[in-house]
């Protein structure tokens, strides 16, 4: 059934460690937005184009799929919807209580989740994950 269902399939484990890697892959996902985010303003604080970043770190350690896809959107500013902010929030909020459950320490996904909670406080939470340009520009009101 599988086969016919999807290309790419791993068994992660019993009950239950599907759910566990979904919450993995939106962990790096919310951290590398939010990494990617600084990377643009640290490039243009320090004179470097940040759409020329992605092509430099490509093949490198520091490379991703998220880098390769939303540095030049986040550059540009560019806010059209490729996601929510409300629905990271809502996955960010289940890792959370499921590292709590397992007395897991997640020091920096507990800063990324909380620069979530402040995107939906300013009303962003339907809005893409561009946003963090507006939050690190100071403009989100």
Do not use: W
Request: contains cysteine; glycine residues 8%.
């Amino acid at each position: 059934v599988m086969r016919h269902l999807c290309a790419n399939y791993t068994l992660m484990g019993p009950s239950g460690a599907g759910q566990t890697t979904k919450l993995i892959n939106q962990l790096f996902c919310a951290v590398l937005f939010q990494a990617v985010a600084e990377a643009v303003k640290l490039a243009e604080a320090g004179g470097v184009d940040p759409k020329a970043i992605p092509a430099a770190l490509k093949g490198g350690r520091a490379d991703s799929s998220i880098m390769q896809e939303f540095m030049a959107k986040f550059a540009a500013r560019d806010f059209s919807a490729t996601g929510r902010i409300d629905n990271m929030l809502k996955d960010l909020d289940s890792l959370q209580a499921f590292a709590l459950k397992t007395k897991t320490p997640m020091p920096m996904t507990g800063q990324v989740v909380e620069i979530h909670r402040l995107l939906c406080a300013a009303g962003l939470g339907s809005k893409d994950s561009a946003e963090m340009m507006r939050l690190l520009d100071g403009k989100t009101s």
